[in-house]
């Protein structure tokens, strides 16, 4: 017969963290510090945090495995080589989907700009009946560049893509298990993930959110990175490019007949 204690622990709530890390061997104790200070309020949940290492070149794979060492709550995955923040996300979200005693996923970056008593906030809101929670922006700490970017970036989607994806939004957010569940059967290799939350459905709320400054190092999305990840988000939401394209190849059809005609026209004439 079980004991009371098991009972107890069945009924517990299971909150499992995904938490993508590239170079951020100078964030990783102060986040998983704010982390567990911002959980330690809710004594009546299970947590566990699952680090995704993506092939940092930096000694961040030796801080997560000493954090492992200090805290079974830890969970480490250490990818081969930089996959990109998304399939890291991606490998963190296909090992708790496969374990089933996780009732949500939160996924957050390590760099302390994202604030760990939001994460703590959305569970309030999950508890309520929300199946997805998504961080926000109502402010944040950005260079020129990034802000610029960032507009534009939102700008040109909300005009261009087919799925309703909300502004200002990033891979912040709570997901409940059957929308994890929904999730990883996207395969697609170039991801973009806030469309592919977007568009599974479900009931999906925002939770404003002011965003800090980087903790510590650089940003692991230079420019390039973000030219690919803003391609990967208008190409895979977006049935424009596609209009585009066919449009331009009419375009280019109808004037070759034209000018196959009027290379006729001249040598009949």
Same mark, same amino acid.
């Given at each position: 017969m079980p004991e009371p204690a098991d009972l107890e622990s069945a009924d517990r709530r299971r909150i499992a963290y995904v938490l993508p890390v590239y170079n951020e061997q100078d964030n990783i104790a102060a986040f998983q510090a704010a982390l567990s200070e911002a959980t330690a309020a809710r004594g009546d949940l299970d947590f566990e945090f699952v680090y995704v290492d993506d092939g940092s070149r930096d000694e961040s794979l030796e801080r997560l495995l000493e954090l #492992?060492? &200090?805290? +079974? #709550?830890? $969970?480490?995955l250490s990818l081969s080589r930089n996959f990109g923040h998304q399939l890291a996300v991606t490998a963190g979200l296909d090992v708790v989907a496969e374990d089933t005693s996780a009732d949500a996923v939160i996924i957050m970056d390590t760099d302390l700009q994202d604030p760990p008593r939001v994460s703590v906030q959305m569970i309030d809101l999950?508890?309520?009946?929300v199946d997805v929670v998504y961080g926000q922006r109502r402010s944040r700490k950005d260079s020129v560049l990034? #802000?610029? $970017? &960032?507009?534009?970036?939102y700008w040109a989607l909300d005009r261009l893509a087919s799925t309703e994806i909300p502004r200002n939004v990033g891979d912040f957010r709570l997901m409940d298990a059957k929308v994890v569940a929904e999730v990883a059967r996207y395969r697609e290799h170039g991801r973009f993930l806030r469309g592919i939350v977007a568009d599974v459905g479900f009931r999906q709320e925002a939770l404003l959110f002011d965003r800090d400054e980087r903790f510590a190092g650089e940003t692991g999305y230079p420019l390039p990175k973000m030219l690919s990840f803003a391609a990967?988000?208008? *190409?895979?939401?977006?049935?424009? +490019? *596609?209009r585009l394209i066919s449009r331009l190849g009419i375009f280019i059809s109808l004037l070759s007949v034209l000018m196959a005609a009027y290379v006729a026209f001249v040598r009949l004439f």
């Open positions: #492992r060492a &200090a805290d +079974p #709550r830890v $969970t480490v999950w508890e309520d009946g990034k #802000r610029s $970017t &960032a507009y534009v970036f990967n988000g208008i *190409l895979g939401f977006s049935t424009a +490019p *596609l």
